[in-house]
């Protein structure tokens, strides 16, 4: 059973930084494409940020220059760094690892972490 265990999140002012982690196991990592994705109350789940095996990433508009998406492929981790926070950033997130197995999509997700961004 894969698991994805997230942390990292908290209460933190606007303006301020947070750094969440993702830690895979029972995954080749390699082989998944990583995201962070956040729901806040009431909304629905959105992409914040994706990372291929390689590297590359790609961004939600509301999130680019201020945050920062990482894996390390050894480790089986994936990070968050989350600069300038907004109030609207407050959200719970999750880390999501995905790849395709013979033609279909195969997705696995975290039990998510909250972060609030208030005074």
């Known amino acids: 059973q894969v698991q994805l265990v997230e942390s990292g999140g908290g209460l933190v002012q606007p303006g301020g930084s947070l750094r969440l982690s993702c830690a895979a196991s029972?995954?080749?990592?390699?082989?998944?494409?990583m995201g962070w994705y956040r729901q806040a109350p009431g909304k629905q789940r959105e992409l914040v940020a994706r990372v291929g095996s390689g590297g590359t990433a790609n961004y939600a508009d509301s999130v680019k220059g201020r945050f920062t998406i990482s894996r390390d492929n050894a480790k089986k981790m994936v990070y968050l760094q989350m600069n300038s926070l907004k109030p609207e950033d407050t959200a719970v997130y999750f880390c999501?690892?995905?790849?395709?197995?013979?033609?279909?999509?195969?997705?696995?997700w975290g039990q998510g972490t909250q972060v609030t961004v208030s005074a």
């Open positions: 029972r995954i080749i990592f390699s082989n998944y494409v």
């Open positions: 999501n690892a995905e790849t395709v197995l013979i033609g279909s999509s195969v997705g696995y």
